[in-house]
Structures are given as C-alpha cells and as structure tokens.
C-alpha cells in the first residue's frame, strides 16, 4: 500500500459513511409514509448497524492516519496531509489558507506522501 492509498483511507469511508445515512434516512422517511413501516424495521436495523461499524472504523483509521502524520518532521508537510487527508480540503483551499501556491501545496503532499509510505 502506498502512502496515498493508505491517506485515502480515512476519505473512502467518509464516503460510505456518507452514503449510508442517506439510505437510512431515506428509508425512515418511507417508513413514516407507509404502512409497511415494520416491514422496512430490519432494513433500518441493518442500516443502523452497519453506519454504527462504519464509524467506529472511520475512528479507528483517523487514529492510524494522524499517528502516521504526526511522525513527519517538516511541519508543513503534517500540517497539509491533515488539511487533505483528514480535514478533507482541496489543494485551492489549503493554498488559500497557508498563503501558498498550488504548486507548493503538491509538492508538500508529494514529500508527505512519500515519508509516510516510507512509515508503514
């Protein structure tokens, strides 16, 4: 696993986490509306279920992620993995708030990327 893939971790999870809350959400609002609200219980239930694991895996990761950042000794370059990878900011964002070019800011992700591959 490279460093990136193992950066992208902690965001590919969001996005599940993401995903399930809308079906749950979506599937309580049927649930309301129709008749067959015990019928959509279960689904619920394991909707629930799998959103409660998501996170507690999401939390888990960030833990691994940040430990592995924290290991980095140019101070720029922690500071921007976790604008990207945990804070899940764009490259524009990050240069707008570090007073830094795009350039600069891939560059740093690129150095911080490789230290942390060289981590795990």
Known sequence: MT???FLWQYIMIDRQIRSVKLQLDSMVEVAKFNALSDYFQHDIDALSDKLKC???RSAIIKENILDAIQKI???ECREILVKRYLDQ??????SREMFMT?????????VGEKAISSLI
């Open 89 to 94: 900011k764009s490259v524009a964002q990050i």
């Open 73 to 75: 000794d140019n101070n």
């Open 3 to 5: 460093g990136k893939e």
């Open 54 to 56: 998501l996170i507690a």
């Open 102 to 110: 795009r350039q600069g800011v891939y560059y740093h992700l690129g």
